[in-house]
């Protein structure tokens, strides 16, 4: 059974780096890809983009100056780095199986304030 | 980057109704389009795929429709454990934008 579990910190600062890594079990992350979603409290989901094992990466143009995503196959592992964040990058993180977004992650909140 | 235009953004039905959501899309996306389902506190979770596929597990009660701009969602016989927000998602090339939601309540 795969399974995908978020973690990081809980707050960062404003103007600082907010940075995730999603650790998967159950399955080899060589043969998706993996995508980051995050969800404002009372918002909608807003992709943030995907990730594949190779390296081949894609991002939401919204974010692309800020962010980047990486992954690890010796720790079975995708991270999230996302620059100068704002109280706007306050939010549920999450990350998932893509394409189909079958498999999710539970969410890892995370606030931005000093 | 194509829109994806969900509607209605809430609607209230009683047990027992059938309840209709659509999405649509700015641009053609052939059937490159999945419907999800997140109640309070959870993450979501994936109903149907390639606009018409249920996920295993999911309630033969969900059905999806539509090909290129314009999709459905219907859940039939609504039951009060189907309250939830549903999002639609196109997953054709990136950005794998999402639709922004649809509360569903009961009377």
């Known amino acids: 059974q795969v399974q995908l579990q978020e973690s990081g910190p809980g707050l960062v600062k404003p103007s600082e780096t907010l940075s995730l890594t999603c650790t998967v079990s159950?399955?080899?992350?060589?043969?998706?890809?993996w995508s980051w979603i995050r969800q404002p409290a009372g918002k909608g989901l807003e992709w943030i983009g995907r990730v594949l094992a190779g390296g081949t990466t894609n991002y939401n143009p919204s974010l692309k100056s800020r962010v980047s995503m990486s992954v690890d196959t010796s720790k079975n592992q995708i991270s999230l780095s996302l620059r100068s964040v704002t109280s706007a990058d306050t939010a549920v993180y999450y990350c998932?199986?893509?394409?189909?977004?079958?498999?999710w992650g539970q969410g890892t909140l995370v606030a931005v304030s000093s | 980057d194509i829109q994806m235009t969900q509607s209605p953004s809430s609607l209230s039905a009683s047990v027992g109704d059938t309840v209709t959501i659509t999405c649509r899309a700015s641009q053609g996306i052939s059937n490159y389009l999945a419907w999800f389902q997140q109640k309070p506190g959870k993450a979501p979770r994936l109903l149907i795929y390639a606009a018409s596929t249920l996920q295993s597990g999911v309630p033969s009660r969900f059905s999806g429709s539509g090909s290129g701009t314009d999709f459905t969602l219907t859940i039939s016989n609504l039951q009060p454990e189907d309250v939830a927000t549903y999002s639609c998602q196109k997953y054709n090339s990136a950005p794998h934008t999402f639709g922004r939601g649809t509360k569903v309540e009961i009377k």
């Open positions: 159950g399955d080899s992350i060589s043969s998706y890809f």
């Open positions: 998932a199986r893509a394409p189909l977004a079958d498999i």
